[in-house]
């Protein structure tokens, strides 16, 4: 297994460009998020999806779409990047809704909003 | 929604001291708390979690302890090393059959052991 897969590992855009941050699993978990890090800030829920067909706002939805066509992949789109977007995000997963598992993370993507 | 918030945000320690990282919670119905190391440039990795039947929970110089009536949990590392240092984030969800499972994050710690 290779657990989360993120993609790209780094990225710089320019204010207004928009970008899709890439996140797999191959463990058939249910329950996937994104979460951004800032300094002092901790780790932040931007959106989240209990499966296939179904997601839901986190703490800091504004700016970001999200969906779940699979139960693989979970992509997070930037449609107008800005300065303040810049940030370290993390995709997470776990087996199952509700189920007292804890979450497995990506090794993170590194975004620069210029 | 639930709000964590977490403390200190820097500790240092001497090699060999205990360390203590204390949290509260604001959702009553929360039910799950694990916590997390995040060493520099690498990805959060779980290093032990608590239910909320359960008061506190070890596993070798890690323990954590719960306290559902004054939302507080706390993440106690005993006989530290230099290679604990990291940050460490302590985390709070709703789980179990018909919730969400959504997990909120404290600010984190970072702690540093001193040699």
């Known amino acids: 297994n290779a657990g989360v897969t993120q993609t790209p590992k780094f990225q710089v855009l320019k204010t207004g460009q928009s970008m899709t941050l890439q996140c797999a699993q191959d463990?058939?978990?249910?329950?996937m998020s994104w979460y951004r890090q800032d300094p002092g800030m901790g780790l932040r829920l931007i959106h989240y999806?209990?499966?296939?067909?179904?997601?839901d706002q986190g703490e800091v939805p504004n700016g970001y779409n999200v969906s779940r066509s699979t139960t693989e992949d979970f992509p997070l789109r930037l449609l107008s990047a800005a300065p303040s977007q810049t940030s370290v995000y993390f995709c997470?997963?776990?087996?199952?809704?509700?189920?007292?598992?804890?979450?497995?993370f990506g090794d993170g993507t590194r975004l620069s909003i210029l | 929604g639930e709000n964590v918030e977490q403390h200190p945000s820097t500790l240092s320690v001497q090699e060999g001291d205990s360390a203590v990282i204390k949290c509260t919670y604001s959702d009553s119905a929360s039910n799950y708390f694990p916590w997390y190391k995040q060493e520099l440039g690498k990805r959060p990795q779980l290093i032990i979690d608590?239910?909320?039947?359960?008061g506190e929970k070890k596993d070798q110089r890690i323990a954590v302890t719960l306290n559902k009536t004054a939302k507080h949990f706390s993440l106690h590392i005993t006989e530290t090393q230099p290679e604990d240092s990291a940050v460490y984030f302590c985390?709070?969800?709703?789980?179990?059959?018909?919730?969400?499972?959504?997990?909120?994050f404290g600010q984190g710690t970072t702690l540093q052991v001193k040699p």
């Open positions: 997470a997963s776990s087996p199952m809704q509700g189920a007292f598992q804890p979450q497995r």
């Open positions: 985390a709070a969800s709703n789980s179990g059959p018909g919730n969400t499972g959504k997990l909120i």
């Open positions: 463990m058939n978990h249910e329950y």
């Open positions: 999806s209990v499966g296939a067909g179904i997601t």
């Open positions: 608590i239910r909320s039947n359960v």
